[in-house]
């Protein structure tokens, strides 16, 4: 056995007198030339985990308990002094991390940190590190490595950076390359690129992967082993076939169904308290229709519109950006519109642009008839009551310094409804529990509650104006995948019981298709696709469309 | 989340405070600068120290426990002595004793000079006068404490609003006040206060206030702008906006309770720095006028005493600035680890 854990317990030392379990009795084995992967959302103890394997968790903070053993060839890591330490990190094991770019120094071209590593563990001299990084860099795909040598991370994309991060995990041979997230903040086209690289590179340096993740799609991809964890406790180890076909626990198995599938559209999706509970489930089978009839009522239509920004460009001059170029859609009552489109597509432009946060340099916003761009012919204060937008980072749209309460009657306030101070509390009080909140909440600060349970609070937030409009800005995206599914069924139900249109963007293709009616799809500032939304991901008539579906983890 | 009996919940600040009582040093820090505090109040309210001009003791009265072999009780000097009783005049007239006894006539209610009997030692020493070195150093305190909070807050609330304005609107008023700021700093820092000071053409410690003031604002200026501009684009503000909340709600309602951890250390840091100032100005002469007193001056006067070995002036008052500006810097730092909001979200 290459990597053995066994009952690894790491607790965090948080202040004085509070200690905190981050990892309790985890074991799994790491045979050579597998693939295993770590799966766990968020706090789950995976990332401490793939830490304390090289020793890099910080020490007063982090207590490994005397008993956990780490074997790495039968030997315990854990007993490691700093030097056997040093010599086991780079040379034996590699790692590479979520953000390619904060885990590249930027002060030092790509070439130099290549090459320390191969100097400082093989010994090689400064002509011969040169030449193996060259090799390395051809060898994760990168295009004219003779001329990007020289290069600095900044220079290059997100996913060159990985494949450079990648090559320097690989540089001196290591015969267990840990992979902590490393496709979380990249592209779906890329993480299809990086997830190939990384399992061909398995199969030609004959090493094995601990690959950590929270996305059970991709695992399908990539391991042959699994390990599910959950609040620093091993829930679930097998291999990949018989956690997938045949999940003995309640935790994988709701996992497994709080993806919205690609193939049906379910009216609810199931949720984590369908499988942990008493299996009193809530989930109603039936299936949602979508579409839209050529007789609805469009409550939103955007023609032609352009956005630009303009960047400084040397002392005086200044040129523009072209974010959104010639963009039309429609929104009818009561549906939704899906916007896809990788990082820079400006699909979240587009929606500040709507939203009346930015403001457009060309084409028409018409909502209920009237041109929102032409100065004077709205009142703006009733305009922004019917257009509201749920933001992405549900840890960044609440104002930590407000109460829940305070954040729920300001718009209120602003906006002259509800007599009193009291009457806006009772109104705010009764949204709380619309959108599934303890009703004591309201003196509450925002950073007592969980992501989701934010995000929640934002939508009450943009619910106390009764909008017409809800845009929800990858308002998904940041939560966990069982969090994610019990916001869209909120968002679900908000839909049928106050007949809003969502405008909803996010570059998550099977969260889009499961909430779309029609679907807009945007690569470079441009929509280069819109139309149905089975009808899009069934035909995609674009290239890039086809593309971008392809690139979608299919799980098994 | 919990169940929780009380509907009330600790917020950010309440959170920042109890961070603060586990912090041994900034405790202790706070506990002696608010021992200052006390004192500057009570000297203001004239309760203690009302009059330091009152020449108390001989000059140079050593402290009482350097002076040796004198015993403490309070004993008229030899020239005291001489004055006190009535003139030998050895059989001479008077010249002026007539027109002496007219004026006393007319004002019946003067008194006859007297020699008050001054003390041989003080608590901490005299100076060349005999003033008392006690008072001096609780007055000079109170005059030196006022004048670098006082120039702290004006420095601070002006570094603030225009650093707001600058980092929330951007574009050309970011670049105005960014010429401003650069001027500010281009020039060297006691030239432009030379400057000011020569402007103001008035010695006072309104003067100084305004001075160090008008000088000290850019520091909290680029800070407040940094977080200013950090802040406009996030979520929070964003949403304010999508919900029709004005500029002046976004910058003072939203974005500044985001930013106060940042002035307030700025302003605890200022106020360590102005009283510095405050003690090189007066050490220079550019400060306090001679009818006020301040550690500044007081080590002034210092510099020729201890040309005599007269060093209690010096050590009090050097004593006095050094604990509370330590205690300060200390509770700058105890202040900025309890305020910083990243560890909690």
């Known amino acids: 056995m290459l990597l053995s854990v066994r009952d690894l317990r790491i607790d965090f030392q948080v202040s004085r007198n509070e200690r905190l379990s981050a990892v309790n009795g985890v074991s799994f084995d790491v045979p050579e030339r597998t693939t295993l992967a770590l799966v766990g959302e968020s706090g789950s103890g995976k990332s401490v985990t793939a830490l304390s394997i090289l020793g890099l968790l910080p020490k007063p903070v982090a207590q490994v308990a005397s008993e956990s ?7 315990n890591i854990l007993g490691f002094d700093a030097p056997r330490l040093r010599a086991l990190r780079g040379k034996e094991i590699g790692i590479i991390f979520q953000e390619p770019m904060s885990s590249l120094n930027p002060v030092f071209s790509i070439g130099t940190q290549l090459m320390e590593g191969l100097r400082l563990h093989m010994g090689l001299s400064r002509r011969q590190a040169q030449r193996r990084a060259l090799d390395l860099l051809a060898e994760v795909g990168i295009p004219d490595p003779g001329r990007r040598l020289d290069d600095y991370p900044h220079q290059l994309s997100g996913g060159q950076q990985q494949r450079v991060m990648i090559a320097m995990a690989i540089s001196c041979q290591p015969r267990l390359l840990i992979a902590d997230e490393p496709t979380t903040a990249l592209d779906v086209t890329i993480q299809r690129q990086i997830l190939d690289l990384i399992a061909d590179l398995q199969q030609r340096h004959a090493m094995a992967v601990l690959f950590i993740t929270h996305d059970l799609a991709l695992v399908g991809e990539i391991a042959t082993q699994v390990v599910v964890m959950k609040q620093g406790e091993v829930r679930e180890a097998g291999s990949l076939r018989q956690v997938f076909d045949a999940p003995r626990d309640a935790y994988t198995r709701a996992l497994l169904a709080c993806r919205p599938p690609l193939g049906v559209r379910p009216q609810r999706l199931r949720v984590i308290e369908d499988f942990m509970g008493d299996g009193q489930g809530t989930a109603t089978p039936g299936v949602r229709s979508r579409g839209v009839s050529p007789g609805d009522e469009i409550v939103l239509e955007v023609r032609n519109l352009d956005k630009d920004f303009l960047i400084r460009d040397g002392l ?25 489109g990788e990082s820079g597509s400006g699909k979240t432009t587009l929606g500040l642009t709507i939203a009346g946060l930015l403001g457009a340099d060309g084409g028409q916003i018409l909502f209920s008839g009237l041109d929102l761009r032409q100065p004077g012919s709205v009142d703006t204060m009733a305009l922004k009551r019917r257009i509201q937008i749920v933001f992405q980072n549900p840890y960044a749209s609440l104002n930590p310094r407000f109460t829940v309460g305070d954040i729920l009657t300001e718009p209120l306030m602003l ?126 008539q674009h290239p890039y469309t086809r593309r971008l579906l392809l690139a979608i983890p299919k799980g098994v | 989340m919990s169940a929780r009996a009380s509907e009330t919940s600790p917020g950010l600040w309440t959170l920042a405070w109890r961070r603060l009582q586990q912090d041994r040093v900034g405790m202790t820090a706070l506990i002696v600068v608010g021992c200052y505090l006390v004192v500057v109040l009570l000297a203001l309210m004239g309760w203690v120290a009302p ?74 020493g005299g100076d060349k006068w005999g003033h008392d070195v006690l008072t001096k150093v609780i007055k000079g305190s109170e005059t030196s404490i006022l004048v670098g909070l006082v120039a702290a807050i004006l420095a601070t609330l002006l570094g603030t609003v225009m650093g707001a304005v600058a980092g929330y609107f951007g574009r050309w008023v970011d670049d105005a006040f960014n010429w401003l700021y650069g001027v500010f700093t281009a020039i060297p820092y006691l030239l432009l206060v030379f400057a000011i000071a020569a402007v103001l053409q008035q010695k006072g410690v309104v003067t100084l206030v305004l001075i160090l003031g008008l000088t000290g604002w850019t520091g909290v200026f680029r800070l407040v702008r940094a977080e200013y501009l950090k802040h406009k684009s996030r979520e929070y503000v964003l949403a304010a906006g999508a919900m029709g909340a004005s500029h002046m709600r976004r910058m003072f309602v939203h974005i500044l309770p985001n930013t106060s951890h940042v002035i307030l250390v700025q302003l605890s840091q200022n106020v360590v720095g102005f009283i510095k100032s405050e003690v090189i100005l007066s050490f ?17 006067e210092a510099q020729n005493e201890l040309i005599l070995g007269k060093w209690w002036q010096l050590a009090a008052a050097g004593v006095a600035m050094a604990i509370l500006v330590t205690a300060f810097s200390m509770l700058t730092d105890a202040l900025r680890d309890a305020l910083d909001p990243k560890l909690k979200y």
């Open chain 1, 69 to 75: 053993r780490i074997l790495w060839n039968d030997q």
């Open chain 1, 316 to 340: 005086w001059h200044k040129r523009p950006f072209h974010a959104v170029k010639g963009a039309s859609l429609r929104l009818a009552r009561g549906k939704t519109v899906g916007i896809v």
């Open chain 1, 415 to 540: 906006h002259g409804i509800g007599r009193n101070a009291a009457d806006r509390s009772a109104m705010a009080r009764e949204l709380l529990g619309r959108v599934g909140l303890p009703r004591d909440a309201l003196q509450r600060y925002p950073h007592e509650f969980s992501g989701g349970q934010r995000q929640r609070i934002a939508i009450a937030r943009c619910l106390t104006v009764k909008p017409e409009i809800l845009i929800c800005d990858e308002s998904v995206s940041a939560l966990d995948v069982s969090v994610q599914a019990q916001v869209l069924n909120l968002l679900q139900d908000l839909q049928d019981e106050f007949q809003m249109s969502y405008l909803f963007i996010s570059h998550d293709l099977a969260v889009v298709h499961y909430m779309s009616d029609q679907v807009l799809v945007m690569h470079d500032g441009v929509v280069v696709e819109s139309g149905d939304a089975d009808e899009v991901y069934a035909h995609p």
């Open chain 2, 51 to 124: 009059d330091w001009t009152r020449e108390v003791g001989v000059n140079y009265a050593p402290p009482v426990f350097w002076a040796d072999d004198q015993d403490e009780t309070a004993q008229p000097s030899q020239a005291g002595q001489a004055l006190s009783g009535p003139v030998p005049l050895y059989g001479l007239q008077d010249p002026l004793a007539t027109e002496l006894a007219a004026i006393r006539a007319q004002h019946p209610g003067a008194q006859e000079a007297t020699e008050v009997p001054r003390r041989l030692s003080l608590p901490l």
């Open chain 2, 284 to 300: 220079l002469g550019f400060g306090v006028p001679v009818d006020v007193v301040s550690w500044g001056s007081m080590l002034n």
